[in-house]
């Protein structure tokens, strides 16, 4: 019993710390999905921490094959521009993933002269 | 503790829960005076700001901690696009088909001027000289990869949609290049359209639900005539109501700067341009595009600061100025998007030029929040570039933020520092 009373005051206190940082903790996402928009209040410390790992994950995995080309003829590569996609999965809490498919574009000109978009 | 009974801790631990939903569920709602329907003054609000910050605050945060590259390529720009929701709260938008985030890699010899961000994926530029032939050529790419995706249904129709969208973008390229506009402080240079290829071969504007091909088609403008002979007939009717929407436009645009010059600064930021969707109905009614209507491209202005334009301020566009503005917006009753017939279910509203003026004040202020907003933000290795809020008209003319469901409303741009670079 007094274990069950000590259970239930510590969830008041999880609950008020909560309550009271929501505001300060939460970023809000909208996602997308089948004609209509969901949302989702997401921990700060949650989104960093993914948004990070997923962007130096797909970063990592650009830049060797950008290192590693070479350029023949007077056409060369000089942006890329890559999209990615994010889904937010529901659960006991709101996570982000990386969605299936992301979006490459290439950019060339001539050599010698530079980009003008 | 021993007296303080279960029932009552359980009952605070369910008021604070519902509580503490209810309070996440009212954080960061757009007010009422941002929207298009109000009149009122967008004045500042502090859950919208606090809410605008975090936004700002964790992006920039997150971006510090990321690999950004070395040797010949570097990580130079990333681009995250905020949303309202239905229920008016701003946040982040992701979504299915959608890059939720844009990176942007250079090659270390690029300026910072090599943005790329505003490329769709597939992009087409056209130019006064181009044939039939060449825009076919467009058009047969288009299906090559429609094809290979193996979800067109009707080859047909697609093609024949396809044609008909270049044909009427070339059209209204060339009729804007041919457009006697006094470009007093403004200037357009430039007219874009995003079309969405759907799996029943029809063609629509911007970004449809199911869409699976999205792509871009650009016009320069340049201001000149040639190779616009073949469309005299056509240009007869409709350059005139081009003419004096454009005119009105940069007159608008003037007046507001000259009553409310210190709208269109920040510190750091400044108003660099502007745009409309431009909206068609019939052979010669223009107007600018509501968010629920069919438009046939945006139309970009950009500041045009030679001393000698800026001298002509009282211009014939004032002079010849008339009260109202053209809206056009989606006719009541059943839609089709098919690329011919979506002009016949648009209507033309006059709304009252002041309104419209009042509306651009409004968007004005509203840029400007979200640059002092932006103009805050604290990075090791990044800064805000550029930001981009987008705004709906009402039929009315009054304008407020985007709210349209899963439409961008503000468009957040980093890049990276010179000395990180």
Redesign the interface.
């Known amino acids: 019993m007094h274990f069950?009373?000590f259970v239930?005051?510590a969830?008041?206190g999880v609950?008020?710390y909560?309550?009271a940082n929501?505001?300060?903790d939460?970023?809000?996402?909208?996602?997308?999905?089948?004609?209509?928009?969901n949302?989702f209040?997401i921990s700060?410390s949650h989104?960093?921490q993914k948004?990070?790992k997923i962007?130096?994950s797909?970063?990592?995995s650009?830049?060797p094959a950008?290192?590693m080309r070479e350029d023949p003829g007077s056409w060369?590569?000089?942006?890329?521009?890559?999209?990615?996609?994010?889904?937010?999965e529901a659960g006991l809490g709101p996570i982000?993933s990386v969605?299936a498919?992301?979006?490459f574009?290439l950019?060339y000109t001539k050599n010698g002269t530079?980009?003008?978009? | 503790?021993k007296h303080?009974p279960?029932r009552i801790?359980?009952f605070?631990?369910l008021t604070?829960?519902v509580?503490?939903c209810r309070?996440?569920a009212e954080?960061?709602v757009v007010p009422p005076e941002w929207k298009s329907e109000s009149l009122g003054e967008p004045e500042s609000n502090i859950k919208l700001e606090?809410?605008t910050d975090?936004?700002f605050d964790?992006?920039a945060?997150?971006l510090d901690?990321?690999?950004?590259?070395s040797?010949?390529?570097q990580?130079s720009g990333m681009i995250f696009e905020l949303?309202v929701?239905?229920?008016g709260?701003?946040?982040?938008?992701?979504?299915?088909?959608?890059?939720?985030?844009?990176?942007?890699?250079?090659?270390n010899d690029?300026?910072s001027?090599?943005?790329?961000?505003?490329?769709k994926?597939i992009s087409f530029s056209f130019q006064s000289k181009d044939s039939p032939q060449s825009i076919e050529k467009h058009s047969d790419l288009l299906m090559e990869m429609a094809t290979a995706s193996g979800k067109v249904r009707d080859p047909q129709l697609l093609k024949s949609n396809l044609m008909f969208k270049f044909n009427q973008f070339v059209e209204m390229g060339k009729l804007l290049n041919l457009s006697e506009l006094e470009q007093a402080g403004w200037k357009i240079s430039e007219f874009r359209q995003v079309l969405s290829i759907t799996a029943e071969g029809d063609v629509t504007p911007g970004v449809a639900?199911g869409g699976f091909i999205e792509f871009e088609m650009r016009w320069n403008i340049e201001n000149e005539s040639e190779g616009t002979q073949n469309f005299a007939g056509i240009f007869s009717r409709r350059k005139p109501a081009l003419d004096a929407l454009l005119n009105g436009l940069v007159s608008d645009l003037r007046a507001i700067e000259d009553e409310a010059p210190a709208e269109y600064e920040e510190k750091g930021f400044e108003l660099e341009g502007f745009y409309i969707e431009l909206g068609v109905k019939g052979e010669s009614d223009f107007g600018i595009a509501s968010a629920s209507a069919s438009a046939v491209g945006k139309l970009v202005f950009k500041r045009n600061d030679e001393e000698d334009l800026v001298k002509n301020k009282k211009s014939l566009a004032e002079r010849s100025l008339v009260s109202s503005v053209n809206i056009v917006s989606e006719a009541p009753g059943p839609v089709s998007f098919t690329a011919q017939s979506s002009s016949n279910f648009q209507q033309v509203s006059r709304a009252n030029r002041n309104v419209f003026r009042r509306g651009l004040h409004r968007a004005l202020k509203m840029g400007r929040f979200f640059a002092r907003r932006a103009s805050k933000v604290e990075s090791k290795k990044w800064y805000i570039k550029e930001i981009e809020p987008e705004f709906e008209i009402a039929v009315n003319g009054n304008v407020g933020l985007s709210t349209l469901?899963?439409s961008t409303a503000l468009a957040l741009e980093f890049e990276r520092k010179d000395e990180e670079k």
């Open positions: 069950l009373k239930l005051v969830l008041l609950s008020f909560s309550h929501a505001e300060l939460d970023v809000v996402v909208l996602e997308k999905k089948s004609g209509h928009t949302e209040n700060r989104y960093s948004i990070e962007m130096n797909v970063n990592e650009v830049l950008l290192e060369k590569l000089k942006a890329v521009l890559v999209g990615i996609g994010l889904n937010v982000i969605a498919k992301s979006r574009q950019i530079p980009y003008t978009p | 503790m303080l279960n801790i359980i605070l631990l604070l829960t509580s503490s309070h996440r954080n960061s606090k809410s975090r936004m964790v992006n945060k997150t901690q990321m690999n950004s590259g040797g010949k390529w990580l949303a929701s239905a229920e709260v701003l946040g982040l938008l992701m979504g299915e088909g959608e890059a939720a985030v844009k990176t942007i890699w250079l090659r690029q300026s001027e090599s943005f790329v961000h505003k490329i994926p639900l469901e899963g």
